[in-house]
């Protein structure tokens, strides 16, 4: 089991002014693991996003056709980096992002996630006023399909019905000093599978300051065919056992229980009622 990074002395950055007119520098990093699929219609809201000062990454280590679809977007600034060896899965490709990023704040995103013109503008105003890391809402864009309303419920009873702490979001952001600061996303497996929401928690070991932002909602795409779904879980970070296991010593058969716990609490859920058994 990993050690867990040491709690670092939060470095107190001067808000951005808004009088000055200048706008924060933001990265946005997408791993992309044969996402050929979806890889385009995220590119395209990303370039779309109305705010000047950004620039956008993808991480590749696929074995499709997404570096190709990729490297159509580099005369518009897209820079593509290409990982010869799938380490670390997302995780590992979310870290060279991280490295090779050059903004201020680095905002992470899956490579089916649909932003918002104004989502980079909005989450600048918490930087503004002296956050350190920043939790959006995650949003399944297409309840229309058996995998799209599991998710859907999965994350509606998140965020209703009892207490909740996020550390983790589709399109959640830092400061890029912050990650460096704790040695960015942590643990290097033999078994792949990504582990995103231990950066959140080393900011919260380390004391940076967290926002949390609901009215601020990223859309994503969720798979329709059960092969696509089962990838995104395992490469996305989705997969929570091996967390419970690595993490915090647990033994598989705690580790099961607590699923099927979680099974019963999504399937008895409101949420289930109301968007999954349509």
């Given at each position: 089991i990993p050690a867990r990074p040491r709690p670092v002395a939060p470095r107190r950055w001067s808000p951005m002014s808004e009088?000055?007119?200048?706008e924060l520098s933001i990265s946005v990093v997408i791993p992309a693991r044969n996402e050929a699929a979806d890889i385009r219609a995220t590119l395209e809201r990303c370039l779309a996003i109305d705010y000047d000062a950004k620039e956008i990454i993808v991480v590749d280590d696929?074995?499709?056709e997404t570096p190709e679809i990729v490297s159509e977007y580099a005369d518009r600034g897209v820079r593509l980096i290409h990982r010869e060896v799938n380490q670390d899965a997302c995780c590992g490709a979310r870290n060279v992002g991280i490295r090779s990023a050059r903004g201020d704040v680095v905002v992470l995103l899956n490579a089916d996630a649909h932003p918002a013109r104004d989502f980079l503008s909005r989450i600048a105003r918490h930087y503004a006023q002296g956050a350190d890391w920043l939790v959006v809402r995650s949003q399944v864009a297409n309840t229309d399909t058996l995998w799209g309303r599991y998710l859907y419920a999965q994350e509606k009873v998140n965020w209703q019905g009892r207490p909740f702490e996020p550390f983790w979001s589709e399109g959640v952001s830092f400061r890029r000093a912050a990650a460096e600061a704790v040695g960015g996303i942590p643990g290097s497996f033999s078994v792949r599978f990504c582990r995103d929401n231990m950066l959140g928690v080393a900011f919260d070991?380390?004391?940076f300051t967290k926002q949390v932002d609901a009215a601020i909602q990223m859309d994503h795409v969720v798979p329709d065919r059960f092969s696509s779904f089962w990838h995104h879980r395992v490469w996305r970070g989705t997969m929570y056992p091996p967390n419970?296991?690595?993490f915090r010593g647990a033994a598989p058969p705690a580790i099961a229980l607590r699923e099927a716990a979680k099974l019963c609490?999504?399937?008895t859920?409101?949420?289930?009622d109301d968007y999954f058994w349509v």
């Amino acid at each position: 089991i990993p050690a867990r990074p040491r709690p670092v002395a939060p470095r107190r950055w001067s808000p951005m002014s808004e009088a000055s007119g200048e706008e924060l520098s933001i990265s946005v990093v997408i791993p992309a693991r044969n996402e050929a699929a979806d890889i385009r219609a995220t590119l395209e809201r990303c370039l779309a996003i109305d705010y000047d000062a950004k620039e956008i990454i993808v991480v590749d280590d696929s074995t499709d056709e997404t570096p190709e679809i990729v490297s159509e977007y580099a005369d518009r600034g897209v820079r593509l980096i290409h990982r010869e060896v799938n380490q670390d899965a997302c995780c590992g490709a979310r870290n060279v992002g991280i490295r090779s990023a050059r903004g201020d704040v680095v905002v992470l995103l899956n490579a089916d996630a649909h932003p918002a013109r104004d989502f980079l503008s909005r989450i600048a105003r918490h930087y503004a006023q002296g956050a350190d890391w920043l939790v959006v809402r995650s949003q399944v864009a297409n309840t229309d399909t058996l995998w799209g309303r599991y998710l859907y419920a999965q994350e509606k009873v998140n965020w209703q019905g009892r207490p909740f702490e996020p550390f983790w979001s589709e399109g959640v952001s830092f400061r890029r000093a912050a990650a460096e600061a704790v040695g960015g996303i942590p643990g290097s497996f033999s078994v792949r599978f990504c582990r995103d929401n231990m950066l959140g928690v080393a900011f919260d070991e380390a004391g940076f300051t967290k926002q949390v932002d609901a009215a601020i909602q990223m859309d994503h795409v969720v798979p329709d065919r059960f092969s696509s779904f089962w990838h995104h879980r395992v490469w996305r970070g989705t997969m929570y056992p091996p967390n419970f296991f690595y993490f915090r010593g647990a033994a598989p058969p705690a580790i099961a229980l607590r699923e099927a716990a979680k099974l019963c609490l999504l399937y008895t859920s409101d949420a289930a009622d109301d968007y999954f058994w349509v």
